[in-house]
């Protein structure tokens, strides 16, 4: 016991050695050995990291030698600067602890004032609110004028269209708990929907529609793909929904790959882009981005302000009770399977108006602009930003749309998704909330820390027959 | 093992609609896990407005019962009804559970399942709001029927909150609360849905004394008030003695004695089966002891402990109890 008590204290020494005398089979797996000591262990995967780092910045292979990259990587001058840097922070961290600490204390001392007034102000006056919401939407509008074009179309291509699929995921993982991996087979179904009612597939619609008129038919229609794929399998929780879900994108997928006659397959297809004729009135939208931008924040307000009232109302409670205790939830008179389904289609309609407006925009899309990995990278910026919380699930979505495009001014383009991945590993470990949590998702998390209660509805049903 | 019943006393509930008419029966249900019977050929007849105790020894069947009644579980056999007040009878066997909970029978669990990161308050409108009507698309929309919903909830929820004296509470997290506390919250969300019959798994496992004279008060409150039937699962025999009309016990599955409260515990199948067996064997083990000298108390009184229950109908038959009645 002695053994492992002066081992995790650590008090500068390595592992005492006077464990001379014979230990028992128990003391012996007790026994802590001096690379299990945390500190260790902490500079271990530091230098790992360096060294990681190293090679990701270091120099690219080639097929002609195969092992340029490790022979330039390993013995030139930078490996050694990643290491004295990997060995400087773990210095710091470790020796100056009670430093660093009260640096650390003193900042958030000299900041707890100023940010609670900030907080207090922000809470108290609705018009204070009113005001910097109006500034930030006049921002988001009128600031990517500004901007070169190239970033504009960044803006709408990947930005805002992730952002509105990202808004309608939160709903479907975030607020209902349920881990959906096929969210893009409805961004599918709604850009198909729009080339099928524009008269651009090879079956021809009854009546062809204008892309405006297509939203409304692509909500629809993806509420029903929502509910047809939601009813059989919603009794499944978790893990397995996962599966079935990642199931249905590959369906969808493959079915406008492979059905010629039908989505023109492979060869992909063209839809009119948006345009507005009322007679009196009519505008088309044309090259230039900003226009598709300024529909896309409309799409996007309009759902923020529809689902924030879902949030804080019967719906959104509902869901967090599923979440939190499917059993629980139904013995409370929560019809479960309705309000999941809920969830599913509302999730699906918002993911299919983002298809319409991505078909329309783009003015061609192919059966590849709805990969599986698209899917997963939606997913990971609503967890990046924050589960359950629009404000987290906007940042996060913006953020990691933006950075690989950033990047590629900075990285070879090819490795720009290694950092991307970097940085969801790092965030997972030190801040898995998601970088603006909603309340409730933080306490839950707490609380799943502390074994009390499932941060998710991913747990086995207790309680309930099989 | 009579099933002639002397009421304690007359409460004024239940006067509304006839004394004894059934609100909940069940006959010959049955109750399988693979080769183990949980509940077998149970019979249970509960009157309109009384409070009748389920009690019997670890793994007999008493939340297996709860979660038969309640649509958790489908027993393979038998029949279980419920009559509500408007007339009418509903099956509830293999019934969906919030089905369960919206024809009027709430319950609690014995391990206390609360909604532990939203506050006591949100936890009751939860409960509350399974009984209205309003879609998402009027709430979406901020229709004033939505708004009138929330409005009916809150005040719903305040209601009940200050019923069971969680009011000043009502903005904590349900998971922080006291035990005792959380219970009597399990007890307010139940109480949300306007149930008919309450059923309350162990309502006071876990709670100190002063709780418990609160938690036998709010019993008899809900009970005699608001006239709502009480199916009560309780280990503590003097609550269950002092709040209880009749008493139900279970053994293996098997109802084995029915009756008043004092009936009950002079019953000798139930004495044999529960009550009197830790006396008993207690009895047996103190004689053994002199009769050897020390160190032949081990395994006296293990299976004694009532308080610490946790039966979830899957491990029935647990052995400590050993009756020549069912072998």
Same mark, same amino acid.
Request: glycine share 10%; aromatic share 8%; proline share 4%.
């Given at each position: 016991?002695?053994?492992?008590?002066?081992?995790? &204290?650590?008090?500068?020494?390595?592992?005492?050695?006077?464990?001379?005398?014979?230990?028992?089979?128990?003391?012996?797996?007790?026994?802590?050995?001096?690379?299990?000591?945390?500190?260790? %262990?902490?500079?271990?995967?530091?230098?790992?990291?360096?060294?990681?780092?190293?090679?990701?910045?270091?120099?690219?292979?080639?097929?002609?030698?195969?092992?340029?990259?490790?022979?330039?990587?390993?013995?030139?001058?930078?490996?050694?600067?990643?290491? #004295?840097?990997?060995?400087?922070?773990?210095?710091?961290?470790?020796?100056?602890?009670?430093?660093?600490? =009260?640096? @650390?204390?003193?900042?958030?001392?000299?900041?707890?004032?100023?940010?609670?007034?900030?907080?207090?102000?922000?809470?108290?006056?609705? =018009?204070?609110?009113?005001?910097?919401?109006?500034?930030?939407?006049?921002?988001?509008?009128?600031?990517?004028?500004? @901007?070169?074009?190239?970033?504009?179309?960044?803006?709408?291509? &990947?930005?805002?269209?992730?952002?509105?699929?990202?808004?309608?995921?939160?709903?479907?993982?975030?607020?209902?708990?349920?881990?959906?991996?096929?969210?893009?087979?409805?961004?599918? +179904?709604?850009?198909?929907?729009?080339?099928?009612?524009?008269?651009?597939?090879?079956?021809?619609?009854?009546? #062809?529609?204008?892309?405006?008129?297509?939203?409304?038919?692509?909500?629809?229609?993806?509420?029903?793909?929502?509910?047809?794929?939601?009813?059989?399998?919603?009794?499944?929780?978790?893990?397995?929904?996962?599966?079935?879900?990642?199931?249905?994108?590959?369906?969808?997928?493959?079915?406008?790959?492979?059905?010629?006659?039908?989505?023109?397959?492979? %060869?992909?297809?063209?839809?009119?882009?948006?345009?507005?004729?009322?007679?009196?009135?009519?505008?088309?939208?044309?090259?230039?981005?900003?226009?598709?931008?300024?529909?896309?924040?409309?799409?996007?307000?309009?759902?923020?302000?529809?689902?924030?009232?879902?949030?804080?109302?019967?719906?959104?409670?509902?869901?967090?009770?599923? =979440?939190?205790?499917? @059993?629980?939830?139904?013995?409370?008179?929560?019809?479960?399977?309705?309000?999941?389904?809920?969830?599913?289609?509302?999730?699906?309609?918002?993911?299919?108006?983002?298809?319409?407006?991505?078909?329309?925009?783009?003015?061609?899309?192919?059966?590849?602009?709805? #990969?599986?990995?698209?899917?997963?990278?939606?997913?990971?910026?609503?967890?990046?930003?924050?589960?359950?919380? +629009?404000?987290?699930?906007?940042?996060?979505?913006?953020?990691? @749309?933006?950075?690989?495009?950033?990047?590629?001014?900075?990285?070879?383009?090819?490795?720009?998704?290694?950092?991307?991945?970097?940085?969801?590993?790092?965030?997972?470990?030190?801040?898995? &909330?998601?970088?603006?949590?909603?309340?409730?998702?933080?306490?839950?998390? =707490?609380?799943?820390?502390?074994?009390?209660?499932?941060?998710? #509805?991913?747990?086995?049903?207790?309680?309930?027959?099989? | 093992?009579?099933?002639?019943?002397?009421?304690?006393?007359?409460?004024?509930?239940?006067?509304?609609?006839?004394?004894?008419?059934?609100?909940?029966?069940?006959?010959?249900?049955?109750?399988? $896990? /693979?080769?183990?019977?949980?509940?077998?050929?149970?019979?249970?007849?509960?009157?309109? /407005?009384?409070?009748?105790?389920?009690?019997?020894?670890?793994?007999?069947?008493?939340?297996?019962?709860?979660?038969?009644?309640?649509?958790?579980?489908?027993?393979?056999?038998?029949?279980?009804?419920?009559?509500?007040?408007?007339?009418?009878?509903?099956?509830?066997?293999?019934?969906?559970?919030?089905?369960?909970?919206?024809?009027?029978?709430?319950?609690?669990?014995?391990?206390?399942?609360? $909604? /532990?990161?939203?506050?006591?308050?949100?936890?009751?409108?939860?409960?509350?709001?399974?009984?209205?009507?309003?879609?998402?698309?009027?709430?979406?929309?901020?229709?004033?029927?939505?708004?009138?919903?929330?409005?009916?909830?809150?005040?719903?929820?305040?209601?009940? *909150?200050?019923?069971?004296? *969680?009011?000043?509470?009502?903005?904590?997290?349900?998971?922080?609360?006291?035990?005792?506390?959380?219970?009597?919250?399990?007890?307010?969300?139940? *109480?949300?849905?306007?149930?008919?019959?309450?059923?309350?798994?162990?309502?006071?496992?876990?709670?100190?004394?002063?709780?418990?004279?609160?938690? !036998?008060?709010?019993?008899?409150?809900?009970?005699?008030?608001?006239?709502?039937?009480?199916?009560?699962? !309780?280990?503590?025999?003097?609550?269950?003695?002092?709040?209880?009309?009749?008493?139900?016990?279970?053994?293996?599955?098997?109802?084995?004695?029915?009756?008043?409260?004092?009936?009950?515990?002079?019953?000798?199948?139930?004495?044999?089966?529960?009550?009197?067996?830790?006396?008993?064997?207690?009895?047996?083990?103190?004689?053994?002891?002199?009769?050897?000298?020390?160190?032949?108390?081990?395994?006296?009184?293990?299976?004694?402990?009532?308080?610490?229950?946790?039966?979830?109908?899957?491990?029935?038959?647990?052995?400590?109890?050993?009756?020549?009645?069912?072998?």
């Amino acid at each position: 016991m002695s053994i492992k008590t002066s081992a995790a &204290q650590g008090a500068g020494q390595d592992s005492p050695k006077s464990a001379t005398a014979p230990l028992s089979a128990a003391a012996r797996l007790r026994k802590v050995h001096w690379y299990q000591e945390p500190r260790w %262990r902490r500079l271990g995967a530091l230098l790992a990291l360096a060294v990681t780092l190293r090679l990701m910045t270091g120099e690219e292979g080639t097929t002609q030698d195969l092992f340029l990259a490790l022979r330039e990587d390993f013995t030139g001058v930078g490996l050694w600067i990643w290491l #004295a840097i990997a060995v400087a922070v773990w210095a710091v961290r470790e020796f100056l602890t009670d430093q660093t600490s =009260r640096a @650390v204390e003193g900042t958030k001392k000299v900041s707890a004032g100023p940010l609670d007034r900030v907080r207090q102000v922000w809470s108290a006056d609705k =018009r204070v609110r009113m005001g910097v919401l109006t500034a930030v939407l006049a921002l988001v509008v009128f600031g990517p004028l500004g @901007v070169e074009r190239y970033w504009q179309q960044v803006l709408v291509d &990947q930005i805002a269209i992730f952002v509105l699929l990202a808004i309608g995921l939160n709903v479907v993982i975030g607020w209902a708990g349920l881990l959906d991996l096929g969210f893009i087979a409805f961004f599918a +179904i709604g850009a198909y929907s729009a080339a099928y009612w524009t008269g651009a597939l090879p079956v021809q619609p009854p009546v #062809a529609l204008n892309n405006f008129l297509v939203l409304p038919i692509a909500v629809l229609t993806c509420l029903v793909a929502g509910v047809i794929l939601g009813a059989p399998t919603l009794r499944l929780r978790g893990d397995y929904l996962a599966i079935v879900t990642l199931g249905f994108h590959e369906i969808v997928y493959l079915m406008a790959k492979n059905a010629d006659g039908v989505t023109e397959g492979a %060869r992909g297809v063209k839809v009119e882009r948006f345009s507005v004729d009322l007679g009196f009135f009519s505008y088309e939208w044309k090259l230039d981005p900003m226009p598709y931008y300024w529909l896309l924040v409309v799409f996007i307000v309009l759902a923020i302000f529809l689902f924030l009232r879902l949030e804080h109302s019967k719906v959104g409670r509902a869901w967090t009770a599923i =979440r939190e205790d499917e @059993v629980a939830a139904a013995a409370t008179g929560v019809p479960t399977v309705r309000y999941k389904l809920m969830a599913f289609a509302i999730g699906a309609s918002t993911s299919g108006v983002a298809g319409v407006a991505y078909a329309s925009k783009a003015g061609y899309f192919n059966p590849e602009n709805f #990969a599986i990995l698209l899917s997963i990278l939606v997913l990971a910026y609503v967890i990046f930003g924050g589960m359950g919380s +629009i404000p987290g699930v906007l940042f996060g979505a913006a953020f990691l @749309v933006w950075l690989p495009e950033y990047l590629r001014e900075w990285v070879d383009p090819k490795d720009r998704y290694m950092y991307l991945g970097a940085l969801l590993v790092i965030m997972m470990i030190y801040r898995p &909330q998601g970088v603006l949590p909603s309340r409730r998702r933080k306490r839950e998390l =707490r609380m799943a820390e502390a074994g009390v209660g499932g941060a998710d #509805a991913t747990g086995p049903a207790e309680g309930r027959q099989p | 093992m009579t099933t002639e019943t002397v009421k304690k006393e007359q409460g004024p509930a239940g006067g509304s609609a006839g004394a004894g008419e059934l609100v909940l029966e069940t006959s010959g249900v049955t109750l399988r $896990f /693979g080769g183990l019977t949980s509940l077998d050929n149970v019979e249970l007849r509960m009157r309109r /407005g009384e409070v009748l105790a389920v009690i019997g020894p670890n793994g007999a069947g008493k939340t297996s019962l709860f979660n038969s009644l309640t649509g958790a579980y489908v027993p393979q056999e038998g029949r279980i009804v419920f009559r509500p007040r408007e007339g009418g009878e509903h099956s509830l066997l293999g019934a969906k559970p919030h089905v369960v909970s919206q024809w009027g029978l709430a319950r609690t669990f014995q391990n206390i399942r609360l $909604f /532990g990161a939203l506050t006591a308050l949100e936890n009751v409108k939860i409960a509350a709001e399974t009984r209205l009507k309003t879609g998402p698309v009027s709430i979406m929309l901020g229709l004033p029927n939505a708004r009138k919903a929330e409005r009916a909830s809150d005040r719903r929820a305040h209601e009940v *909150l200050s019923y069971v004296g *969680l009011l000043e509470k009502m903005n904590e997290l349900a998971g922080s609360l006291s035990y005792g506390d959380q219970r009597r919250l399990e007890i307010a969300r139940a *109480l949300a849905t306007d149930p008919e019959v309450l059923l309350l798994d162990e309502p006071a496992a876990g709670t100190n004394p002063t709780e418990k004279l609160e938690l !036998e008060e709010l019993i008899r409150r809900i009970n005699t008030e608001l006239g709502v039937s009480v199916l009560l699962i !309780e280990h503590d025999m003097r609550l269950v003695m002092s709040v209880a009309d009749r008493v139900m016990v279970l053994n293996f599955g098997k109802k084995i004695a029915e009756g008043s409260p004092s009936q009950v515990q002079r019953d000798p199948a139930v004495i044999e089966a529960y009550l009197g067996a830790v006396a008993e064997e207690d009895e047996a083990a103190v004689a053994q002891a002199v009769a050897e000298g020390a160190g032949a108390q081990e395994g006296a009184g293990s299976g004694a402990d009532t308080d610490t229950d946790t039966d979830t109908g899957a491990d029935a038959g647990a052995p400590q109890w050993d009756t020549e009645e069912h072998k």
